[in-house]
């Protein structure tokens, strides 16, 4: 098969298509004869995970064949840089194919709802404009290779709890403006060869048997013409998943006559078979068509992956210039993780490195004054000797760096959190360090967010490193002295308590359900509309040096359509990168949607004095919204604004505007009000006429009262507004 033969399926049996639909075993499609062969798909995506043949089954998670770990979605989306995703993603394409892998299930793009989500290490965003253009980066990566890339889980995998059977209740403008509209992003910028549907069910209806998602929403509006394949264990009933747009089975449960039964008993139509037959057949065809590579260079895609995790790490605080640390200094270099890193998280992606890179390691010749004390245990586990000997050395030091965060068994796949706290003895260690040395600087290790609230005031530096991939001790080192300017954002606002969170009243849900009750108030959408306080915001990060911004310039360039730019500047000593971010802002009064959202974001690298003029588009869709009744994005004539800044809560350029508007106007009936009457263009003179000035003109407050009156009710209050008139009404705006 050559990629220019169109894919056909109908000299098929009806045998041979249903085979087809589900795979053959674990990581692999069913092959027919020499018509269709087989796919070969692996987890990723920070890293391939080929399972070494035979052993461990689907649940051999630790025993794949060496390949780079690159850093996790967590890490890799904290450096908000699409450039670098795709760079990663082309080494996970080479990485794959040398691996024999066509597919690599990934990247994961599920919203961050709550910090508590056990596989929130493996996500990028609590923001889908974020997690999209991340998301659609790495994938356009991936596939520059002609590998594919399996976009996943769509859709709403929020949490962990009850993964395999919850609904996840959610108002479709909700689900609209923030759980499906990464996946729409990517779909429609880069084409993924797959999409996976996740395990839950939305609004009652399993996903993987969701005829609106699988196919009015995912080909019918965004023009999805990929592979659906289903999580692994996901389908219940393969005639109703096939019926709804599900394509292939995986892994295989046998169930292949229960297809061919139902089509030939007349409960599943033929062409439903066909087609999704033909849509693995395509993605074989895909597969036919990849790069193939015998091998990659690991010492380059170990320094890329350095990279990666040196653009991720946040800087949460630096106060009195203690970081980047002086090689004539006395360091003590305390926490177990110093050594052995916690870099990756556990689950269905976790990957056997090529190697490790330890932060002691890279540090421990950085100057005559380093030195080391483990100061804990991994496993939690009190050992005052330990704690002891780390205190002494920190004793004796100029600056103690402190590496803490969660243990291995915090977090997963499979569970989530019920605490976003350290451990109690990391706290207590961070406490008695404090007490003994000037100057404290804490490294954290952690997939999902942890809280800083009770302990920050502790320490003068804190450096949040996420699981930073195989390459992470290096990077660390890096950063901290000052190889390079730290350059990671938060892509999740940090809470100062976990009951601040939106969602924390509903989350994880009970009896079957978890209710989405905070709607599209998720993260800094939240906050920033109600104005809680937070530990650290979204959008969040220092670095070594400061910038400027100025001359803020919006062009309208077409109808809701606007150029923005505006100029950035190093002002500081030292080469650094800032990461420009545009929101437009809504109506801060009276708050019908959030106070404002992300729409763009640029990172540029500038050494000291330079600056450089940053350029955005902003479209009518971003400042649309999704109408229930109309089942389409609307987009309000009026006022509002565009933001430039460094943060949502550090926004240092605004500019107001004024929006045309999509010229709809809802069509008026009996049951639209006297204030909706009065508004619109035809229906208001209409009124005016029939009525004078009687209801068009009344007091304030009177006016206010009866404007939200269905004109069908005032038929009542005998002003003349008859049910025949309001008919006649009716009729002459419908003309
Ligand atoms: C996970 C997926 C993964 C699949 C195969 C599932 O349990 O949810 O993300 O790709 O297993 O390992």
């Known amino acids: 098969m050559t990629q220019s033969e169109p894919v056909s399926v109908e000299g098929l049996t009806l045998e041979e298509k249903a085979s087809l639909t589900s795979g053959s075993s674990t990581?692999?499609?069913?092959?027919?004869?020499?018509?269709?062969?087989?796919?070969?798909?692996?987890?990723?995506?920070?890293?391939?995970?080929?399972?070494?043949?035979?052993?461990?089954?689907?649940?051999?998670?630790?025993?794949?064949?060496?390949?780079?770990?690159?850093?996790?979605?967590?890490?890799l989306g904290s450096s908000w840089d699409a450039a670098l995703a795709r760079r990663v993603g082309a080494a996970l394409a080479r990485e794959a194919s040398a691996l024999g892998v066509d597919v690599v299930l990934g990247p994961g793009i599920n919203?961050?709802?709550?910090?508590?989500?056990?596989?929130?290490?493996?996500?990028?965003?609590?923001?889908?404009?974020?997690?999209?253009?991340?998301?659609?980066?790495?994938?356009?990566?991936?596939?520059?290779?002609?590998?594919g890339a399996c976009v996943k889980h769509f859709a709403v995998n929020n949490q962990e709890t009850d993964r395999m059977r919850i609904s996840a209740d959610v108002d479709e403008r909700t689900l609209r403006e923030i759980y499906l509209a990464a996946f729409e992003h990517i779909v429609r910028e880069a084409a993924p060869h797959a999409v996976m549907s996740s395990y839950n069910k939305i609004n009652g209806v399993s996903?993987?048997?969701?005829?609106?998602?699988?196919?009015?929403?995912?080909?019918?509006?965004?023009?999805?013409?990929?592979?659906?394949?289903?999580?692994?264990?996901?389908?219940?009933?393969?005639?109703?998943?096939?019926?709804?747009?599900?394509?292939?089975e995986m892994p295989p449960t046998r169930t292949d006559q229960e297809i061919v039964d139902a089509v030939r008993a007349g409960r599943l139509d033929e062409a439903a078979v066909t087609r999704s037959a033909a849509r693995v057949a395509e993605l074989a065809r895909r597969?036919?068509?990849?790069?193939?590579?015998?091998?990659?260079?690991?010492?380059?895609?170990?320094?890329?992956?350095?990279?990666?995790?040196?653009?991720?790490?946040?800087?949460?605080?630096?106060?009195?210039?203690?970081?980047?640390?002086?090689?004539?200094?006395?360091?003590?270099?305390?926490?177990?993780?110093?050594?052995?890193?916690?870099?990756?998280?556990?689950?269905?992606?976790?990957?056997?490195?090529?190697?490790?890179?330890?932060?002691?390691?890279?540090?421990?010749?950085?100057?005559?004054?380093?030195?080391?004390?483990?100061?804990?245990?991994?496993?939690?586990?009190?050992?005052?000797?330990?704690?002891?000997?780390?205190?002494?050395?920190?004793?004796?030091?100029?600056?103690?760096v402190l590496f803490l965060g969660l243990p291995g068994e915090a977090e997963s796949e499979g569970f989530d959190r019920t605490s976003i706290d350290l451990p109690g003895t990391q706290v207590a260690l961070l406490r008695a360090v404090a007490r003994v040395c000037p100057r404290v600087v804490v490294v954290l290790a952690n997939g999902g967010v942890v809280s800083v609230a009770e302990w920050e005031s502790d320490a003068d530096a804190v450096l949040e490193a996420w699981l930073p991939g195989q390459a992470g001790?290096?990077?660390?080192?890096?950063?901290?002295?000052?190889?390079?300017?730290?350059?990671?954002?938060?892509?999740?606002?940090?809470?100062?308590?976990?009951?601040?969170v939106p969602s924390h009243l509903h989350f994880p849900g009970g009896d079957g359900h978890v209710a989405y009750g905070e709607g599209r108030y998720v993260g800094y959408r939240y906050y920033d509309t109600l104005d809680v306080d937070v530990a650290y915001p979204f959008g969040h990060g220092l670095t070594y040096s400061r910038f400027e911004y100025s001359d803020l310039a919006v062009t309208e360039t077409g109808t809701n359509e606007w150029a923005v730019e505006c100029t950035v500047t190093n002002a500081g000593e030292r080469a650094a990168a800032e990461v420009v971010q545009l929101y437009a802002a809504f109506d801060e009064e009276h708050p019908t949607r959030?106070?404002?959202?992300?729409?763009?974001?640029?990172?540029?690298?500038?050494?000291?004095?330079?600056?450089?003029?940053?350029?955005?588009?902003?479209?009518?869709?971003?400042?649309?919204?999704?109408?229930?009744?109309?089942?389409?994005?609307?987009?309000?004539?009026?006022?509002?604004?565009?933001?430039?800044?460094?943060?949502?809560?550090?926004?240092?350029?605004r500019a107001g505007l004024t929006a045309a508007g999509d010229g709809f106007a809802d069509a008026l009936s009996r049951m639209s009000t006297l204030g909706e009457w009065l508004d619109h263009p035809v229906g208001g003179p209409a009124l005016r006429e029939r009525t004078g000035t009687r209801l068009a003109d009344l007091p304030p407050a009177l006016s206010a009262l009866?404007?939200?009156?269905?004109?069908?009710?005032?038929?009542?209050?005998?002003?003349?507004?008859?049910?025949?008139?309001?008919?006649?009404?009716?009729?002459?705006?419908s003309g």
């Open 706 to 733: 009866v404007r939200g009156i269905p004109l069908a009710k005032f038929g009542a209050f005998g002003i003349g507004l008859t049910p025949d008139v309001v008919d006649e009404l009716v009729a002459a705006v």
């Open 111 to 147: 919203i961050k709802r709550s910090p508590l989500c056990g596989r929130n290490f493996e996500y990028f965003s609590e923001d889908p404009h974020v997690a999209g253009v991340l998301g659609a980066a790495l994938v356009a990566g991936i596939q520059s290779r002609g590998i």
């Open 207 to 248: 996903a993987s048997e969701n005829h609106w998602l699988l196919t009015r929403v995912l080909r019918d509006e965004w023009g999805f013409d990929g592979l659906v394949v289903s999580d692994w264990g996901a389908v219940d009933d393969r005639v109703a998943a096939l019926a709804a747009g599900l394509d292939l």
């Open 287 to 400: 597969a036919a068509g990849a790069e193939r590579f015998a091998d990659w260079d690991a010492g380059a895609h170990h320094d890329l992956a350095r990279e990666a995790a040196r653009g991720s790490a946040v800087l949460l605080k630096n106060e009195h210039g203690v970081l980047p640390l002086s090689p004539s200094a006395r360091v003590a270099v305390l926490g177990e993780p110093a050594r052995t890193p916690r870099y990756q998280g556990f689950g269905s992606s976790h990957v056997v490195p090529t190697r490790l890179d330890s932060a002691w390691d890279a540090l421990k010749d950085a100057g005559p004054g380093f030195g080391f004390a483990a100061g804990y245990r991994l496993d939690g586990a009190v050992d005052e000797p330990l704690e002891r000997e780390a205190v002494e050395l920190a004793a004796g030091a100029d600056v103690a």
């Open 594 to 653: 959030p106070r404002h959202e992300l729409r763009g974001f640029a990172k540029v690298e500038l050494e000291p004095g330079a600056g450089t003029r940053v350029a955005f588009t902003l479209t009518g869709r971003d400042i649309a919204w999704w109408s229930v009744s109309r089942g389409a994005w609307r987009i309000d004539a009026g006022p509002f604004a565009v933001e430039v800044g460094a943060s949502s809560r550090d926004i240092r350029l």
């Open 473 to 500: 001790g290096s990077a660390i080192a890096d950063l901290l002295l000052g190889v390079c300017s730290p350059s990671g954002r938060l892509t999740e606002t940090i809470p100062k308590r976990l009951a601040d």
């Open 27 to 75: 990581w692999r499609t069913t092959a027919v004869r020499d018509v269709v062969p087989a796919v070969t798909v692996a987890d990723g995506p920070h890293g391939v995970r080929r399972q070494v043949k035979g052993s461990g089954g689907a649940l051999g998670l630790t025993d794949s064949v060496p390949a780079t770990c690159f850093p996790p979605a967590v890490a």
